[in-house]
């Protein structure tokens, strides 16, 4: 499977950004998609994960500012990035974990919130 995330980009905070991620196949039943994001000098961590039937998982330092959603009609999952701060400076990776637990990873995009 192949992802591949856009809509990064400079934005001051207070701002929004939309990130896309597309995936090369369709999602399958079991199919988990997810937002990750890594700072300079952090470890990789979760922002948002959500399921084929829509279940959804939020990091605490996001909630009620983004939304992800999916669009199984078109292989797509989306960040809605709202009130964003600079410590939401980092690049963002799309993840698809399927039934068998393989993780697959987009090509990462970078999303910089300026005070």
């Known amino acids: 499977v192949q992802l591949q995330a856009s809509g990064g980009g400079l934005v001051q905070a207070g701002g929004s950004l939309r990130l896309s991620c597309a995936a090369s196949r369709s999602f399958f039943r079991f199919d988990v998609m997810g937002w990750y994001r890594q700072a300079p000098g952090k470890q990789r961590e979760l922002v948002a994960r959500?399921?084929?039937?829509?279940?959804?998982v939020y990091a605490d330092s996001v909630k009620g500012r983004f939304a992800i959603e999916r669009d199984n009609a078109k292989n797509t999952v989306y960040l809605q990035m709202n009130n964003l701060k600079p410590e939401d400076t980092a690049v963002y990776y799309c993840n698809l974990e399927d039934v068998t637990s393989s993780l697959y990873w987009g090509q990462g995009t970078l999303v910089t919130v300026s005070s």
């Open positions: 959500i399921t084929r039937g829509g279940s959804i």
